[in-house]
């Protein structure tokens, strides 16, 4: 079993429409990360969060340490959002991978 | 200005070659890394270089050596290539463990 697990693992949706991504995690941590792998393979880094919410444009990251759990939100959808979207946990030595969550965002 | 920046960007060799990717990093950060991203997509770490020491070295064949010459490089050499070692391989560098950090562009390494 994966120490990070992601769900779904595939996700459609309109454009415009509100998208969750979620997360869950067995270990111990000291951040989490997530990450946006767009289909040219180039990665970029969201969010780092260690506790509570951040808001970055339409994009929402949340955590729960003791249900060890995040979710990552996008209000108003749009085609470009369509990424892979990775959560990645910092244990302090160590980074687990979820295994990413394919959006696709449809016109 | 590229912060993070791997070079080559394609690697086609063939099995039994010795290859290295380097990295390059201008953003003053303390930690480099290595990571491998399989044909599912699966990333895990390899490699973490802070200061010049390895903090973190992931259960990776020795064929593979993180090579830092100074805080703003960390090259990948890779002995002996095998089919399996096909993958993208990205450096990303942060200012320490806690904080966001800054990936490269990848390089998609074919062993033929």
């Known amino acids: 079993k994966n120490e990070v697990e992601q769900s779904p693992q595939n996700l459609t949706a309109q454009e415009g429409e509100f998208i969750t991504i979620n997360c869950s995690y067995s270990v111990g941590i000291s951040a989490l990360h997530w990450l946006q792998q767009h289909p040219g393979g180039g990665i970029v880094s969201l969010f780092m969060l260690s506790s509570g919410k951040k808001k970055h444009g339409r994009l929402i990251a949340t955590i729960n340490i003791q249900e060890k759990h995040s979710s990552l939100h996008i209000t108003a959808s749009h085609p470009r959002d369509s990424a892979v979207y990775i959560c990645a946990v910092n244990t302090g030595n160590q980074f687990y991978f979820g295994t990413g969550t394919s959006l696709t965002v449809i016109p | ?112």
Request: with cysteine.
């Open chain 2, 1 to 112: 200005d590229t912060a993070v920046s791997q070079t080559p960007k394609y690697l086609v060799t063939q099995m039994g070659n010795d290859k290295s990717i380097k990295c390059e990093q201008n953003l003053g950060h303390d930690t480099m890394y290595w990571y491998k991203q399989d044909s599912k997509k699966f990333l895990k770490i390899m490699f973490s270089y802070n200061n010049k020491e390895l903090i973190i070295n992931e259960t990776v064949p020795n064929r593979f050596s993180p090579k830092s010459p100074d805080k703003a490089h960390l090259n990948l050499h890779i002995n002996s290539l095998e089919l399996g070692d096909s993958a993208v391989y990205f450096c990303a560098s942060s200012q320490d463990l806690q904080y966001g950090y800054t990936f490269g562009s990848g390089t998609r390494l074919t062993v033929v």
